[in-house]
């Protein structure tokens, strides 16, 4: 459990810190949305075009993983999308939520966690899961809030649109900017990486500020802690259950394997769907709260998840 806590306790310290800026007035009340800005203009698109730029096809090509861990990220999305929009959610806030029950935060807590536990062995599937949360997820993701406030304008030009959207959405454009330069062959030069590092490296703490700032608003109390707890038990148990039956009993992976992509699959919700929900001027309240919830969840479900790793033969 120390092991575990040594990992999370930073990403409350932000959070606090943020937290406390903003009650102190440390930080104005605009800080919350330039901050998001940066992280969403800058530095995220730093990280994922130094991703997929630097992603080999022996790392990507793991189809039994992609398979187990994208099938369950999948099917948790869906669900959760199709519940919120039953509830009587605009699409765009319900693809919001949708993502906070399934983005797993793989590369603030994910990589050193696998390290900790596996080794170097750890990287590369954590680089998938990476990839696929960050990119393929968040693309899908994207997508769906374009279609719902293209929806609201016109709906015979919905499809223009959201193309329109997510072609000029940084979050799209640098991991494909990032894919077409690996496959391209041409690596990335020294300087630009280098550059690219210091300001992707920025993002996961500029987000978890941000978040901070964003809880410490004094808003009209609503009630949103019964739709928070769903989303956190999505997250925290379905998705590893569910990753768990598809690597172990449909794929038949290799017990370490069936191990990496449970321990991913479990991790809290990341900062990426309040980043989102920022960036479009969406309801960002449950997301938050679902932030918070699954990051102090994941303290005792990921130390009983490793517990259980340790007496697997």
Request: glycine share 8%; proline share 5%.
């Amino acid at each position: 459990m120390l092991s575990t806590l040594q990992i999370l306790v930073p990403i409350f310290a932000l959070i606090l810190a943020g937290f406390v800026c903003r009650r102190r007035a440390i930080l104005g009340p605009a800080a919350c949305s330039e901050l998001n800005r940066f992280v969403v203009w800058l530095a995220l698109p730093a990280l994922l075009f130094r991703i997929m730029a630097h992603a080999s096809w022996q790392q990507l090509y793991q189809p039994r993983f992609m398979a187990a861990f994208g099938l369950a990220c999948a099917a948790v999305f869906v669900a959760t999308l199709a519940w919120r929009i039953r509830a009587g959610r605009h699409l765009a806030d319900a693809s919001v939520e949708a993502i906070a029950a399934s983005y797993a935060n793989t590369a603030y807590i994910g990589f050193p966690l696998t390290l900790m536990v596996f080794g170097d062995a750890g990287l590369a599937p954590t680089t998938v899961a990476t990839l696929l949360v960050v990119s393929v997820l968040f693309a899908i993701a994207v997508a769906l809030v374009e279609l719902g406030l293209q929806t609201e304008r016109a709906l015979h030009k919905a499809g223009l649109g959201v193309l329109r959207g997510m072609s000029r959405n940084p979050l799209i454009v640098a991991p494909v900017a990032g894919a077409l330069l690996a496959a391209s062959g041409v690596g990335v030069p020294a300087g630009l990486d280098t550059f690219l590092g210091m300001l992707g490296a920025a993002a996961s703490p500029c987000a978890l500020v941000c978040l901070g700032l964003f809880l410490a608003e004094k808003r009209t109390p609503t009630d949103t802690a019964r739709e928070s707890l769903a989303l956190v038990a999505g997250k925290l148990l379905v998705q590893p259950a569910l990753t768990w039956w598809l690597a172990a009993r449909v794929f038949g992976m290799p017990a370490a394997l069936v191990n990496m992509a449970v321990l991913l699959a479990a991790l809290p919700t990341g900062t990426g769907p309040f980043m989102l929900a920022e960036f479009y001027r969406r309801e960002a309240h449950v997301t938050a709260r679902t932030i918070l919830l699954s990051t102090a969840g994941s303290l005792i479900s990921l130390t009983v998840l490793l517990r259980l790793m340790s007496h697997t033969p």
